[in-house]
Structures are given as C-alpha cells and as structure tokens.
C-alpha cells in the first residue's frame, strides 16, 4: 500500500504543482488578479506550492526504498515525471483548450516505457 501512497501524494502534488506554475496564466482573466504586479503573482504562486510541497516531501519520504518504500530514487523521480505530465494535458486541456496531437500522445508512450524500462531488474 506505501506504493500507492506514494503515488496518490505526487498526484495531488502535481495538481497544486500544475496550478502554481501555469495557473496565474488562466488566472489574469480576473481582474483583481490582472492587477497584481509580477511579485504579487510569484507571491500566489509560492502560496500555491506550499501545498505541492505537503505532499510532495511525504510522497518522496513514504516511497523511497531507503526510508522502507518499494522505489528507488531514479523509479520515484520517473513516476513524478509521468504524473506530472498526465496532471499537466488534462490541465491544459480544460483550461486553455489546448488539443492533444499524435505527437504528444507517442511521447507520453515513450514516458510510459520509460516507467516500465526503469523497473525492470
């Protein structure tokens, strides 16, 4: 169970992750926002990535093979990568409207082989 843990942390880490670092872009259509100077953004976006951190340190800790998690530190960062990916398309997506091409869909499958490539023995 550490494992899935391990991976619903960096799922709830990376949406906060997601929104602090591309959410401020979505956010400018308010205008209380729009108004902000640029430390006021970074400001939010910190506020933001306080949460990412909650979760994201637990996940690492919970999960890593040193501390009595079943990853190592190289499948741990691989898993994050993918995770942050998969947040990062359906974020975009619904936010911006942005369409998932060809491309994108064969380099996720690359990201997924690389998950597969790293846990084998």
Partial sequence: MTGVYTILLLIASNVFMTFAWYGH???????WFASLPLIGVILFSWGIAFFEYCFQ???????????????SLIQLKIIQE????????????????EAVKWNHIVAFCFMVAAVYLVFLK
Avoid: D
């Fill in 82 to 97: 993918v995770i942050t990916l998969t947040v990062f398309v359906v974020f975009s997506s619904f936010a911006f409207g």
């Fill in 25 to 31: 872009l979505k956010m400018k259509e308010f205008s």
């Fill in 57 to 71: 340190v637990p996940a690492n800790r919970i999960g890593f093979q040193q501390n009595g998690g079943p990853f």
